[in-house]
């Protein structure tokens, strides 16, 4: 067996992990965004020995990776020892288009569900350079109904990362390789008052305890040998615990992590165990006994709330003898619900007694620790510079039109609860614009530029985009403080369920939860319901309390709005990923294309009529443009022509079969000539083409799915053109659209407006 050393120096520093300050508390809002899938845990491994290094204490690290520290000397010899590893994924080829597939890590799929859960969600690919942004693709819910057996997305062969390349040698170019490690882009968020929910809640709150716990680990007085062990590839055999406890042998041992039930079969939860109540001492004999008694023995003379529950011992697996865990051994954990999902929560409470009784168990001065001075709120935002960096890959056309993009993409507003939404779009206007803006009745923000003249005949023109996002809605609060929350709009439930939320209330503060999954769904064989049967059926969500006052005390009531968080993040070239891109792009054009004409407008185009409408309920059944519609009929104001400006879903991509909707990003705006509500005029297509082509805007035509607010125009007469962006992974979380392509569709909204 090789010698071990103190490791010397700052290993795999810069991007791959977060900087420690000499004699600074850990800073897990920093730690918790390293990416540290299993086999590629470095980065988390060198921030971590930076850490305890910073605390006074003198690290060591092998061959796998694992750090650990001992003080004292002699008999008994403890260790403890917490997994850092999380599951993911690592790039396993490039495809001609500039596609990255993928291989789980491990390669035994966690639960039924791990791999579907991933389908259209942001992810960071870690490369040698840095991050890059990406997403794993998905179907679009509005070529849906063009299948008649849709694309699976369950199997892990459909599963692709689309980075904004268009080639191979443009993913390679940005620095993706195969072996490159993958893990979903959703920083930790907190859930209800004091819970934390992420994607790898349950693989983090271990070493976050005992990295917390070992501050104080120099002025531990228990007598013996305490060794604190971070250990990598738990998710791949227990190969970093079978080093340490080859390498260390102990007499006591205590692992801390999450705990499964003793079922093998089993991938679900500890029974009967929520967040909140408490430290779960595992036992892998019925009844206790030895190291867990006397654990639980401890915690109840500390006054920390702690039970003993049967569990599954750490995996150790692979070729040759296994190292034998020693008899005084017991698991140390916290309750969570649905582990090993992008929802699993936690409660910090729960990992501050944690860390206390780790404490008390090596004999260490006791970290003073409240919810007020919580050292475990990685759901705060980090201090600049202290996580790892996304590299600069982005090309846009202009900086004016990204931060309108960026703006409006990321308010938020649901059908039916669009303020938020409309706040933004008008923080955009030009101040001249937003003093002669109104809301109407339906909510809708309207803008009219122009008026008759008398003598003058020039066609009054209507440009209409919708404000509202897709969402859910609380119906009802249970006893036990869970919601029952309805969809608002159309879209693949998977894409939502399992995963984090925010709880919008109507004084603009939000609260975190998470929405539950279906029935059955961690037990061997889960099949998901039809991908469009959630349509109809109500989903449940969790906002961390256990009763209905508890969480009526946050502030939530029924009718409040849920939407996911949401980040604007810039893909390769010019190429953009935020859920909500349909319609904020169209919003965002509609602003641009008013910035264009500007406040002379009326002057320099006497007779011209032109009318901008921010629409409501869009995704509900077009309501807000069906009010606006009915309303100018009856007062005999109808415009003469109506463009709608609204999401062109494209069929680019890797699961779509491309047999329509095949209009590539980046390639220019889309004349949307037909889709499922609407078909516009031969004539008007071939008008808005050549006007565009006159005018050196690229453009494409074509055939896609949904509908858009044109339908409601038509009946009373008025001539309507439906124009859009090509997008991807239509109402999904990782919505993805070309920069070069809005920025087309405002320029051409500003020749209509004076041309048409």
Known sequence: MRALAPLIGAVLVGVLAAPAFAGAPPDFAALSRIVAVSGYEQGLSAAIVRQLGAAGLHPQTDNLDDVWVSVGHGKPHRLIVAPIDQPGYVVGAITAQGYLRVQRLPQREPNPVFDTLSFAQPVHVLTPQGLLNGGFAGLSIHLAPGHLNPPSMAPIGNLYVDLGATSAAEARAAGADILDPIALAQPPITIGADDEAGADAGDRFGWEALLEAAQGLAQAHARGTTTIAFVTQQWLGGRGLARVLTELPAEQVVFVGRLFPPAPDSDGAISG???????????????????????????????????????????????????????????????????????????????????????????????????????????????????????????????????????????????????????????????????????????????????????????????????????????????????????????????????????????????????????????????WPPALSTLSEPAEAYVGTDSRAATERLGIRVGDFLTIPKVYRPLLGSHFQARSTDDRAGDTALIEAVRALGPDFARQHPGRQLTFLWATREEVGLQGAAAYAARVAKLGREPDVVFAVDMFVSSQSPLETGRYGDQPLGAGFVVRAVDLSHVDSPADVQRVVALARAHGIAVQYGITGGGNDSAVYTRYGVNAVALGWPTKYSHSPAEEADTRDVDGLARICTVLAKNW
């Open 273 to 527: 165990a929520l967040p909140g109540e408490g430290v779960l001492i595992g036992t892998r004999a019925a009844g206790g006994g030895g190291l867990p008694d006397a654990l639980r023995t401890l915690a109840h003379a500390d006054h920390v709330p702690a039970r003993t529950v049967a569990a599954r011992a750490p995996l150790i697996s692979g070729f040759g003898p296994r190292p034998q865990l020693p008899r005084e051994f017991a698991m140390l954990g916290v309750p969570t619900v649905y582990p090993v999902t992008p929802a699993e929560t936690f409660a910090r409470a729960d990992v501050r007694k944690l860390t206390r009784l780790i404490e008390d168990y090596v004999g260490e001065p006791v970290t003073p620790m409240s919810v007020e001075h919580d050292p475990f709120d990685a759901a705060r935002i980090a201090p600049p510079g202290s996580v790892p960096g996304v590299l600069d890959v982005a090309r846009a056309p202009d900086a004016r039109l990204l931060k309108t993009l960026e703006t409006v993409t990321t308010a938020y507003g649901a059908s039916g609860h669009e303020a938020g939404a409309r706040a933004a779009i008008l923080s955009r206007l030009p101040a001249w614009a937003r003093r002669r803006a109104h809301v109407d009745p339906a909510g809708n923000l309207v803008l009219h530029i122009g008026h008759a003249v008398p003598g003058v005949h020039a066609p009054s023109i209507l440009f209409d985009a919708h404000s509202d996002e897709i969402g859910y809605q609380v119906t009802r609060i249970r006893g036990d403080g869970s919601l029952v929350v309805r969809e608002l709009g159309g879209f693949y439930g998977r894409y939502y369920l399992g995963h984090v939320m925010l709880v919008h209330l109507p004084d603009g503060r939000s609260v975190g939860a998470v929405l539950g999954l279906p029935a059955g769904w961690d037990h061997p064989g889960f099949k």
